[in-house]
């Protein structure tokens, strides 16, 4: 699996309405509206490289309303959640 975080400029009256159709697509898993030099940030989780094109430039960058996108490749997944899960192995509840 590979995590994309994906930083967005929107057209500043427009960030609601391009936030819930990015969360739409197939591949994204969140999509946050944040304070800062970008207005959201969409997780992209897909299984290779090729949809990672078809997710972001593909469809994201289309989307009326999104004026720049900036593209982070994760290489390792770190959160507490995996720790716990990891933890957790073998132990009755």
């Known amino acids: 699996m590979i995590t994309s975080i994906v930083l967005i400029k929107t057209s ?3 960030v609601p309405e391009v ?4 969360a739409s697509l197939e591949g994204v898993s969140e999509v946050y509206s944040v304070t800062g030099p970008h207005d959201l940030i969409a997780m992209v ?3 290779s490289h090729e949809e990672l094109a078809e997710v972001i430039p593909g469809r994201i960058s289309k989307i009326p309303g999104v004026v720049a996108t900036e593209t982070h490749i994760a290489f390792r997944t770190y959160s507490q959640h995996d720790l716990e899960a990891a933890f957790a192995i ?3 509840a």
């Open 19 to 22: 936030a819930e159709r990015i």
């Open 45 to 47: 989780r897909v299984r």
């Open 90 to 92: 073998g132990l009755d």
């Open 12 to 14: 500043v009256d427009r």
